[in-house]
């Protein structure tokens, strides 16, 4: 693996394509916050008029099945093929990522091949055998939070409310936390490298927010792949968020912004279930909000918070940051289905369930 | 059974990339979570692999330490010597559910209980996760708006523009068969497949001495996966 050691990593900007773009999804992204990816697709169309194509043929890359050992290299590397096989077949150059596990997963295959033409040819071979597929390589690999970041002062020529606080005037103050695979692997792959990440807050910045610097900012959230996948050790994936939320907790945030789908739903999940263990809420009303890059930007752009973004699927409320910002929406339509109907509810949400 | 071990881990390109000269400075060890949290420091993999004592890396094996890891890959960005200690754990499991060694460790024999989940999801569904897999009852931590979600699953990804089980593009889009059949193939020809049932074959193996059997003495798996649950 090539490593370069930048002088200035803080000042480090990668190659972020500007259109054409075909778009690779995240499972753990579909199952838990699928609004985020249907408003991403949404901003490049219809605000940044982009052309992205979402392909129904592609699944799964296996990344979370590598990373927990059960799929081997070998066959990851074919999965990570077949997907630029999809994206060759429609004739485009660029992918976009959308999750952070994938992102890793597909710059170690392609690094790998790169330094070991081998198993490039491996991979040709046993693709061609499974499926009787060819591929090229993508010119240019984006997780969808650099796309956002690139074109993050066009969002702000467009957005309909900016992070700031509508009474006090303030800046909301907002931590990030990168997923560590976005970076952590890959220096040079990320904006501002590992160290140094500048592909959230300068979303945050662009929009009006307060960008908050915290001790444990670059702590893993602690999935650990088996860690979470196996019950008995949920323990380890628990621990290492608490070290987070503790570490922020001084800093009294407005949110949390994330750029990987499972960071966002641990940071979510987690602060509820150490309520439920521990009676304690880390900040905000009844929790933390926790965000992902394109949740913050569908929201400053004007989205509806619950059609059109899917805010309701977080445990923690986002009502509070809402209202902080001064977001119209309608509370009602918060539970309801495709048609505007009341579905019910679920017994609480946040931390704690409210005391009447 | 664990002969040739160091020719067996060299045959992965992976340790090409992961050790390159360690110089025992335990950085990896201060940034990683796992050593916060668990009795596991990657500074000694490094170190026993870079070794290349055959009985240290047999014991390494078929032992809990390598299980430990988070893969969060904190050490590679850490290391002056640029080594990925995460990336010599992912060859050494390897080699450990190759050789059969991971039953002999509670950590190891929690593979099982991936490829039942994990392995399944991807081959039946082409996603590692569907939300149909997600019980509230085995998942308490996902709290009660993943209860909501779970119970009206059907029209709450449809009010968010999810396209559940459908055909077309979308989130949660169903995977035809013939990709599914694709998928299938490429587990088949790159060895994934083999992988799964040598996980299988050992985990039966470890059931039966275990005496979680039927009353035909076969292993019974739904025991072992209850064992291995309050293991
Ligand atoms: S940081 Fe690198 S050189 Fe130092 S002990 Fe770890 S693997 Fe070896
Ligand atoms: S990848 Fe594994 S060894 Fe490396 S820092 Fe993360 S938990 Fe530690």
Redesign the pocket.
Known sequence: METKTKIRWSEYNKEIADNKFFYLRSCIRQNFNPGAEKVFLSILQNKLRKEVYDDPHHTTCSGIGYHSDIVPFETFQSMVARQFSLMTERGYKNCAVSCITSFGGYNEVLSTWKEFPEELEKTRENLLKATGRTFEIPENLSHACDIIYHFRKEIATQARYRLINKETGEPLKIVDHIGCHYAKIFPEKGVGGSEYSRVLTGMIEAWGGEAVDYPERRHCCGFGFRHYLVKNNRSYSISNSRKKFESMKPYQPDMILTNCPGCNMFLDRWQYALAQIEGKVYGGENGIPVLSHEELAGLVLGYDPWKDIGLQMHQIDVEPLLNKIGVEYDPKQKFTGVRGQYINEPEFTGCLAKQD | MYSDLNQRLKADVRLEEG?Q???????????CPAAEFYEYD??S???TV?SGNEEKIAALLQSDTIWYCGQCMS?KT????????GL?ISVLRKLSQETGAFIKSRMGRQQYLIVKTIGANLLQFGYCVHPTSLVPATHPEQGPVWRWIYENMQEVYASVGANLDGDGPGALRKISDKDLDELHQIFEVSGGLKLYQTIEYFSQRKAIELGLTDPNGEADMEKYTQYLLNE
């Open positions: 050790l000269a360690c110089m025992n400075c335990g950085i990896c060890t201060a940034i990657p500074r993999i490094a170190i870079q050490c850490r290391c002056p010597r640029n080594n990925c200690p010599i």
